[in-house]
């Protein structure tokens, strides 16, 4: 038995407890039938857990949850002195060898925080108990201490940026009520709806920078945390979007990457409006805007899946997003300096069309478009601009290849700012699109 599974029950039964899971131990490996029935009610089993043990010290099962170390290196200094008393006497002080930056090198910066499936375990689970080279951490949904500081960590707030875990999240896994939240409102959101879609793309965010090892997981691997955020919007989920605020979450964006490493994940995993479809870091500028105050254009007719298993909010065999919305089919062309201009519009450059429009654009590709001589702009969101005309936002799509349905695939965004930007599509007749 690895080293790893054999700590985690010693440390179970020192904590008086008789029952311990292990995933690799309780769902019988090699049977897809276990496997999908196990990992529809991942989430749960976290979720109702007493203590997770994370090995986050640990490169793999064999790495174990014991280290041998000095456990005097986190023990304050106790020095006798009056150089800092204001009452000018000889009092007892103490200095920690310690910096903030411990915690997330300890943990988030782990080899276990790389890990896909760690994310859900670790905001689900009610209480996790850190395994680190250096010391041991507790986290739970209103508290975090480690040997060095018993009585809590002196930074109060994460946010879950660059691999640091939000407590929000944990408040909201601990409030039942969704109403009750707005307590913990956020600075400049103004809904608690808001706070929710902007908690999830940050999880989403994330999650992309994690790794699998298996790549069917992608959305399996949050499917729990799906199902928990479902009964405070109380919307629908689809691949890894929520219906309430569809038309903001499919303008994510991947971070700039060459075009020979933009890659949709094959055997199919999404469809290409899903970022699922992908295994890199994508983010979306848009969530950093209030939701009243984004504009958007078209209307979501239908958007659904198709489930690969049990788990409605895990694989999917397919899926289709149908919009009806006004729409322009133009040339797309490359810039000497690489980058793509949309139809009728150039990229930051002063020339006929910027003189006479007033407009220019910002094209982010999801694939390689060399290929592409056109692409069809489909625009779903105006966010305005202060002292200016406001910015659209939108998708770039191309007819899938050899289909038969007049369908469409994604294959990136855009943006058009300037004065008439509003403008570009008002002569544009409504159309029903349908992107899978």
Known sequence: MPATFRDAISITRRLGYRYLWIDSLCIIQDSDEDWKHESAVMGQIYRHSECTIAATGSADSNGGCFVTRNPLELQPCKIIGNILSPHNKDEEMFLY???????????????????????????????????????????????????????????????????QLNHDFKRIMAVPDPQSTNKHRLPGRSTTKDILYSDWQSVVETYSTTRLTKSRDKLVAISGLAR?????????????FWRGDLHRQLLWQMEQLQERSRNRITPYRAPTWSWACFDHRIYNPLMGEELEDCMTTGVINRIETIPAGPDPAGSIRSGLLEIKAKAMTGDLSKQSDGMYCLPQVSDGYIDEHIEQGGRYSNCIPDIDLSHLKEVTCLPLVAVPESGSEPTVNGLMLTPVPGDTQDRFERVGTFQLMGEHACTWFEGCSEQIITIV
């Open 228 to 240: 928990e955020w479902s009964t405070r919007i109380e919307e629908q989920y689809c691949a890894g």
């Open 97 to 163: 060898k310690y910096a903030q930056e411990y915690f997330w090198d300890e943990i988030s910066d782990s080899p276990w925080s790389n890990r896909g499936w760690v994310l859900q375990e670790r905001i689900l689970s009610p209480r996790v108990l850190h395994y680190t080279r250096r010391q041991l951490f507790w986290e739970c949904q209103r508290f975090d201490a480690c040997e060095a500081f018993p009585q809590g960590l002196q930074a109060a707030s994460y946010h879950l940026t660059g691999g």
